[in-house]
C-alpha cells in the first residue's frame, strides 16, 4: 500500500490577484512571499510524516513550494509533467472577474471554477486527457513504490479530479479546489484507494 500526502502549492501572486493560471509559468505564476515563510513551517512534515519520495509539478509555483519544503532534507525531488495543472489555453493568466463577466455559462459559480465544457472555447486540454494522465501517475508510483509515504506537490484542480478518481466520480466539480498549502491524504493498493482526509491544513491533528 502507498500513502499519498498531496499538497497544493503556496499562494502566489496570480491568485492574490485573482487570475486563473493553468499552466502559466511565469512571475505572477511566483509565490508570495508571505507564502514562502509558511512553507518553512511544512519543512517539519518530511521527517514527521515519513517521507520517502518527493514529486512535483514542474510549474514554478509547485518547485518552489516542494525546494522550499525539502530545503533541510536531503531527499531528491522529481519532477513530473503529468501533474501540471490543467491548461486554460487561451484562457491562461485571464483574471477570473472578466471570464465571469464574458463567459458565466462556463464557470461554475458553486466551486468558483471552468466546467469541462470550457475548453470548447478556449482550445484547452480536455478534461478526460488531464484526468487520464493524473491517474496514470498515481497507478505507476503506487505499482513502482510500494509501503512507501509519497509526497505530491501539485495543483487544486489536479488534487480534486484525482480525489473524485478515487471515489468513482466522473463530474469533476463535486469538491471545491483545495486551499494553497492544504494537505489531502490518500492510500492506494492494487487498484483500490482509501481517502484519509482532504483540503485539511498541516498541523497535529493531520499527523495523527
Known amino acids: 500500500m502507498t500513502t499519498f500526502f498531496l499538497i497544493r502549492h503556496g499562494e502566489t501572486i496570480a491568485n492574490q490577484l ?22 518553512k513551517d511544512y519543512q517539519r512534515l518530511i521527517r514527521e510524516l515519513k517521507i520517502s519520495y518527493v514529486f512535483t509539478s514542474p510549474l514554478i509555483r509547485a518547485r518552489q513550494t516542494s525546494e522550499i519544503i525539502c530545503q533541510k532534507s536531503s531527499l531528491p525531488i522529481v519532477s513530473d509533467d503529468r501533474l501540471k495543472e490543467v491548461s486554460y489555453g487561451e484562457w491562461n493568466g485571464k483574471l477570473l472577474s472578466d471570464l465571469k463577466k464574458n463567459y458565466s455559462s462556463y464557470i461554475d459559480d458553486a466551486t ?5 465544457s470550457a475548453n470548447r472555447v478556449n482550445n484547452g486540454e480536455p478534461y ?13 508510483v503506487a505499482r513502482v ?7 505530491v506537490v501539485t495543483h487544486g484542480w489536479v488534487i480534486k479530479t484525482f480525489v473524485e478518481a478515487c471515489v468513482d466520480s466522473k463530474n469533476t466539480l463535486n469538491f471545491n479546489n483545495p486551499s494553497n498549502l492544504s494537505l489531502t491524504k490518500l492510500t492506494l493498493e492494487q487498484g483500490k484507494s482509501h481517502i484519509c482526509f482532504y483540503n485539511r491544513q498541516y498541523d497535529v491533528e493531520v499527523i495523527e
Open 145 to 151: 513504490v510500494p509501503q512507501e509515504n509519497v509526497l
Open 18 to 39: 485573482g487570475y486563473i493560471q493553468g499552466t502559466m509559468d511565469n512571475k505572477l505564476s511566483s509565490l508570495t512571499l508571505q507564502s514562502k515563510q509558511q512553507i
Open 128 to 140: 478526460n486527457h488531464a484526468r487520464k494522465r493524473i491517474i496514470s501517475f498515481f497507478k505507476e
Open 112 to 116: 468558483n471554477d471552468l466546467k469541462p
